[in-house]
C-alpha cells in the first residue's frame, strides 16, 4: 500500500464532498430523488458521487475493483469481489441518504479497501461537521490529522453510553434490547448515519453502536476504522464481522470491555 494512499482517498472524498455533494444538499428537486427499494431512496448525488469515487480510485490503484452501493443495485454479482485476491474498493457515496435527501444531517461519505478479502483501510467523512477519519488495520486510526486509539478502561455499565438501530430488529430482540437499554447511562436511537455513529465512537462521543441490517457499504469502512483505533467489531454471538458475510446483527465497541458489557446488558450475553 503506497504511503501516500490514505491522503490520496481522503483528498478524494473531500473533493467528491466540495463538488458534488454539499452544493446539492437541500438543493434537490423532486425528481432528483427516487425510490430504489421500499423505504430506500437514492438521489442524483449519490449517483454522481460514486461516479466520480469509482472513477479516481481506479485510477489511483490501477487494476482495482470498486463495488460501490448503487453500482450493486444494478448488479448485486459485484457482492461476490469481497473475497477476491487483489485489491477491492468498498464505496457508499453517501450514507445516510435518507437523511440527505430530507435536507437533515448527518450524511458521510465512505471507502472501504480489502487486500485479498481482508478490510484493510477506511475512510469516514461527515463534510458538515468537517470531521474526517483514517486508518490502516495494524497501524492506526486518525480523526482529523489526530491518533486515536482504544481506553485500557471502560466506564461502569450505569455509565456506558451508545446507540441502537432497533427498527430492523425482529420483535423479540427488539424487546430485550430496549430493556436492556435500562441498565445502560444511555442508550441513543441513532442518527440513520452509520458513518457518523464510527465517527462518534472513535471521538468518544460514545462507546458503542448496535446495528441489525449490515449492508458491506454501510460497515466495513466504520470497522476497520475501529479495529484499528484499538475497537472491536462483532456480530451478537461474537464472531468478527466481514463485510462479505451474508449475516444479520452488529455490535460495535470501543474497547473489549465496553462489547462484553454492552452484549450482557442488551442480548442478554446471547
Not at 224 to 253: E, I, K
Request: glycine share 12%; net charge negative.
Amino acid at each position: 500500500m503506497a504511503d501516500t494512499l490514505l491522503d490520496d482517498v481522503a483528498g478524494l472524498l473531500r473533493e467528491t464532498a466540495d463538488r458534488v455533494v454539499v452544493p446539492l444538499f437541500r438543493k434537490l428537486d423532486d425528481a432528483d430523488v427516487e425510490e430504489k427499494a421500499p423505504g430506500e431512496v437514492v438521489t442524483v448525488a449519490d449517483r454522481q458521487a460514486e461516479e466520480l469515487i469509482s472513477a479516481t480510485l481506479r485510477r489511483i490503484r490501477p487494476g482495482s475493483v470498486v463495488v460501490g452501493e448503487e453500482a450493486v443495485a444494478e448488479d448485486p454479482g459485484l457482492l461476490g469481489h469481497l473475497r477476491d485476491a487483489g485489491e477491492v474498493w468498498l464505496v457508499d457515496p453517501i450514507d445516510g441518504t435518507s437523511n440527505f435527501a430530507a435536507g437533515r444531517r448527518p450524511f458521510a461519505l465512505m471507502v472501504a479497501l480489502l487486500t485479498d478479502g481482508v478490510p484493510t483501510a477506511g475512510w469516514v467523512f461527515d463534510p458538515l461537521a468537517d470531521t474526517l477519519a483514517v486508518g490502516r488495520v495494524g497501524e492506526g486510526t486518525y480523526v482529523d490529522g489526530r491518533p486515536v486509539t482504544a481506553a485500557d478502561t471502560a466506564p461502569a455499565v450505569g455509565g456506558l453510553r451508545g446507540a441502537a438501530m432497533t427498527r430492523f430488529l425482529p420483535p423479540r430482540e427488539r424487546a430485550r434490547v430496549e430493556a436492556g437499554g435500562e441498565r445502560l447511562g444511555e442508550l441513543l436511537p441513532g442518527q440513520h448515519c452509520a458513518g457518523r455513529e464510527y465517527l462518534d465512537i472513535l471521538t468518544g462521543d460514545q462507546q458503542f453502536v448496535l446495528f441489525w441490517r449490515t449492508l458491506p457499504w454501510d460497515h466495513a469502512p466504520g470497522t476497520a476504522l475501529v479495529r484499528a483505533a484499538g475497537g472491536v467489531a462483532r456480530r451478537f454471538d461474537g464472531t468478527d464481522y466481514h463485510p462479505a458475510d451474508d449475516g444479520r446483527g452488529l455490535l460495535v465497541a470501543a474497547n473489549e470491555r465496553v462489547w462484553a458489557d454492552v452484549r450482557e446488558a442488551l442480548l442478554g450475553g446471547a
